[in-house]
């Protein structure tokens, strides 16, 4: 089972933002998207998402066809981080990761849902914050605290070294989904790469499927399995990392030009030249 | 000693919730002490103690009643008037809370985006062009014409105002905020031309719907009542899915929320609070903008205690605003709408101030 897109065009106001797209997310890979602004990258997430219905295509999640599930039913199964989330009202940033519990709140219990809170705090590593107001917060605390409330979703009835009291539910044996949109944008050097190791983390050790969009070839190259490259809406390339990651290949995507450079300490660099 | 620990881990347990609801139980009792005060005082005033001997003879409890003529002021007028002042109240309190959550927006309430001044419109209308528009039919509907036609008014207004902000099968909250704008303005010029047009006579009950009454108008509010008490237990359900929808409509969806489902249901059934709302008394400003703000500085913003408190504490402040109405012009009254209004605007002037002060901390 996989979150797939089979041919889907997206289009707004008369301009095909996305053109015959075909994608699989499979459980337990990290994929990421890569791409030029404006190539469609946040459109494709938000079709994935269910936020935007096709023009053509359909997405399928588990085998069913998204449009035809309900948006509790999506949220059970799937999590986005989103690229800013406002929130205008002083809610303490607890409880804004615990708004990720939502779609639980008929089958969860409380302790469940304190535990898997306190352990995504710990996780995004804001335990120094999760008393104070969210709006006072700077981006980049703002994007850990998403983060959290992101993986408190994703965790759903188990995951989280989740002991037997947890309610069974039975449909959290299917498989389940991560999207992120631009995760590391305002986030330092050290916050990026704890983000994307949690991210690698629940794909790999929890076999959540993981979608992200990232600018950093390097990040892509160091944290994905495979990756899409999108461009005016369409996918050019789709692969292994190492496939896929040519430094030709890429200079023709962002026109502008990529050198790969040897790295002292094994593999290569990837690097964009100045102008 | 491990019992010891056993029950501070299971209080911790309880910590986060046990304030707002010690909240929501002493809110409740203010309310209860309010209602016995206000109860009391007035033309004819009646001690507590016999205000409460009352109404224990009245459910039953105890067997003695009072003084036949305090009683008959009791049951024919001022129970009936608290029961006005706590439902409107709540209904107001609680149409602010949702639409401030709703719009994302903490200026958003009832009266901002038309919906109390197109009811006013409705019940201006008929008052002033029934007789003309209707001709006989007027008299056999009789009283009820005036509660409906504000009703009417308040459900045509968020109808046009559905219909306009939609593009796409979407709504977009802050387009919906000023197309309500746009309609309160209508509104209160329509109000203006029937108030040209009206006589003597209709000019005095159109006072009455600009500035706002309890008096009521006997049986014929049962029906408003009704819907107002059914639009509210609607409403107070909606806490979880609004606290989602205050990350952002996206965000909401992506938690599992059936955004346009929402959004139509909760401004729907704020509409027929609030029409009912104006269909009994006129148009009361500041409870629904004022009431969440004040629950807020106590409980938070977590909307799962926002609306049950804005809804207990919009009963509070028409209960006492209630009271102040009845007194301060003896042996007359004072429209309810000019008290909220005097009271309410500086008061609410005062907290801004304060939240100004603490927010540049």
């Known amino acids: 089972m996989s979150l797939m897109a089979k041919d889907v065009s997206f289009v707004a106001r008369g301009r095909h933002l996305l053109r015959d797209i075909s994608l699989a997310l499979a459980p337990g890979e990290v994929l990421a998207i890569l791409g030029p602004n404006g190539a469609g990258k946040s459109t494709l997430l938000r079709v994935l998402a269910g936020e935007y219905q096709p023009a053509k295509g359909c997405v399928m999640q588990n085998g069913q066809d998204i449009s035809s599930l309900s948006a509790l039913n999506l949220a059970q199964r799937r999590a986005v981080m989103p690229q800013a989330a406002s929130m205008t009202f002083p809610f303490g940033v607890r409880d804004v990761v615990a708004l990720g519990r939502a779609p639980f709140r008929k089958i969860s219990t409380r302790q469940l849902d304190q535990k898997l809170v306190a352990g995504a705090i710990a996780v995004a590593d804001i335990n120094h914050l999760a008393d104070r107001p969210y709006p006072a917060l700077s981006g980049g605390e703002k994007q850990r605290v998403h983060l959290a409330r992101a993986l408190v979703q994703i965790w759903g009835m188990g995951g989280f070294d989740v002991t037997s009291d947890a309610v069974h539910d039975p449909q959290c044996g299917s498989d389940r989904f991560l999207l992120l949109d631009e995760p590391t944008a305002g986030l330092d050097v050290s916050h990026q790469h704890a983000l994307l190791a949690v991210a690698r983390r629940e794909a790999h050790d929890n076999n959540v499927g993981v979608l992200m969009i990232l600018h950093d070839f390097n990040q892509v190259t160091a944290y994905a399995d495979r990756v899409a490259v999108l461009q005016s809406g369409e996918i050019v390339a789709q692969g292994e990392v190492a496939d896929v990651m040519q430094p030709d290949l890429l200079s023709a995507v962002f026109k502008s030009p990529i050198r790969a450079i040897d790295d002292p300490k094994g593999g290569h660099v990837l690097v964009s030249q100045a102008v | ?361």
Not at chain 2, 31 to 59: E, F, K
Not at chain 2, 238 to 252: I, K, M, Q, V, Y
Request: charge should be positive; proline fraction near 5%.
């Open chain 2, 1 to 361: 000693m491990k019992t010891v620990k056993l029950m501070a881990s299971s209080l911790r347990q309880f910590g986060p919730v046990r304030r707002p609801v010690v909240v929501l139980v002493l809110m409740m009792l203010v309310l209860a002490s309010a209602v016995l005060i206000s109860l009391g005082i007035g033309g004819a005033p009646i001690a507590s103690g016999d205000v409460l001997a009352h109404l224990a003879h009245r459910i039953g409890i105890s067997g003695i009643g009072i003084d036949a003529f305090d009683a008959r002021v009791l049951d024919t007028l001022r129970l009936p008037r608290i029961l006005r002042a706590i439902v409107i109240g709540g209904g107001l309190g609680l149409a602010g809370a949702v639409m401030q959550s709703l719009f994302r927006n903490p200026i958003a309430d009832p009266g901002i985006i038309g919906v109390s001044a197109s009811a006013a419109l409705g019940a201006v209308a008929m008052i002033v062009a029934g007789h003309i528009i209707l001709g006989s039919f007027y008299t056999v509907i009789g009283p009820y014409g005036v509660p409906v036609a504000a009703f009417g008014g308040a459900v045509i207004a968020t109808a046009v105002i559905r219909v306009l902000s939609r593009q796409d099968g979407q709504t977009d909250a802050a387009i919906m905020l000023l197309i309500g704008v746009a309609i309160n303005a209508m509104a209160f010029a329509g109000v203006g031309v029937f108030t040209y047009m009206a006589d003597d006579a209709q000019l005095r009950s159109l006072t009455f719907w600009q500035m706002g009454a309890l008096a009521g108008n006997g049986p014929t509010d049962m029906p408003a009542m009704i819907i107002m008490t059914l639009g509210i237990v609607y409403l107070l359900t909606l806490g979880t899915p609004l606290n989602l929808f205050l990350l952002g409509e996206a965000e909401a969806r992506h938690l599992g929320v059936e955004v346009e489902h929402l959004k139509r249901r909760a401004t729907v059934a704020t509409a027929l609070v609030v029409g009912a709302a104006v269909a009994v008394s006129g148009i009361i400003g500041f409870v629904g903008l004022v009431a969440p703000h004040l629950v807020r500085l106590v409980t938070g913003p977590d909307n799962r205690y926002v609306l049950p408190a804005s809804a207990i504490c919009g009963a509070i402040m028409l209960t006492g605003a209630d009271a102040v109405a009845r007194i301060i012009v003896l042996p007359a009254e004072l429209p309810i709408g000019l008290v909220t209004g005097i009271v309410g605007g500086p008061f609410f002037l005062g907290l801004l101030m304060r939240e100004k002060k603490r927010r540049r901390l």
